[in-house]
């Protein structure tokens, strides 16, 4: 599900599994996770990059796998906010097309993000009966500024390319055809510079903000599990499965 491609110094992991719009479950959660521990040790690897297969970035948490009979992953979403914590080496989004719930908050826990003009990206949260995750409670506000990130996150609207570079959440918006292009020759005058600088400046950086980050991780699982099946999830769950719009009116 994680495709592998190297460029010098520069590692490009592929999310891919295009005909599910590159959703999570928990293989992939598990595959990506260790794509990044291998990245982080690895001596040859100064900078890598993540982006998606097809029309989508990431759909996010795949709904269709909620239920489903999955094997128990290994690291799951947890083990994957773990690693990207951790993640000692600069760690570049090239977003080539839609990104949802975790597919848009990643760009918190991420170094630089580029997205494809066409790009667009959504946090669903509150069309779901659910709350924010992945730490952006903390990276969206710092980001994007208060009332921008309270919009994104409870809109639950999408985001063009262009307004997520205006508010924050993209470093640069580039042409769908040079979007890989421009991303590598990002990385590349990243990895011309020695991997020790690189390193600790990217420490540097994360001490101030890794057990934030956790602290926030916890506070948002918990309000995540109370409600996680409650009347408003159950509602969207099933609209999604109905293929139409959550009745919310009463809620």
Not at 1 to 17: F, Q
Not at 36 to 49: G, H, Q, S, T
Not at 186 to 197: C, E, G, K, R, T
Request: charged share 20%; net charge negative; hydrophobic share 50%.
């Amino acid at each position: 599900m994680i495709s592998i491609t190297n460029d010098g110094a520069v590692r490009s992991l592929l999310l891919d599994r295009p005909e599910a719009l590159n959703a999570f479950n928990n293989a992939m959660f598990d595959d990506l996770t260790e794509a990044l521990l291998l990245a982080a040790k690895d001596e040859a690897v100064k900078v890598v990059i993540l982006s998606g297969a097809g029309r989508a970035f990431s759909a996010g948490l795949d709904l269709a796998s909620i239920g489903a009979k999955e094997p128990e992953p290994k690291h799951g979403f947890p083990g994957l906010y773990e690693a990207l914590l951790e993640f000692p080496k600069p760690l570049l989004l090239a977003i080539n097309g839609l990104g949802v719930g975790v597919g848009c908050t990643i760009c918190g826990l991420v170094d630089l993000v580029f997205m494809a003009k066409s790009a667009r990206l959504r946090c669903p949260f509150s069309a779901l009966g659910l709350t924010a995750e992945a730490g952006s409670s903390i990276t969206f506000p710092a980001l994007l500024g208060h009332q921008a990130a309270t919009w994104v996150l409870m809109s639950s609207e999408w985001l063009d390319a262009d307004t997520c570079q205006r508010l924050g959440l993209a470093f640069a918006t580039v042409p769908d055809a040079e979007l890989l292009s421009v991303t590598q020759q990002h990385a590349q005058i990243l990895a011309a510079q020695p991997l020790a600088s690189l390193m600790t400046t990217k420490e540097l950086l994360m001490v101030p903000r890794r057990e934030a980050l956790r602290g926030a991780h916890e506070l948002e699982g918990a309000a995540m599990a109370s409600l996680m099946g409650g009347a408003a999830n159950k509602e969207a769950i099933a609209a999604f499965r109905q293929k139409r719009t959550p009745d919310f009116s009463q809620l």
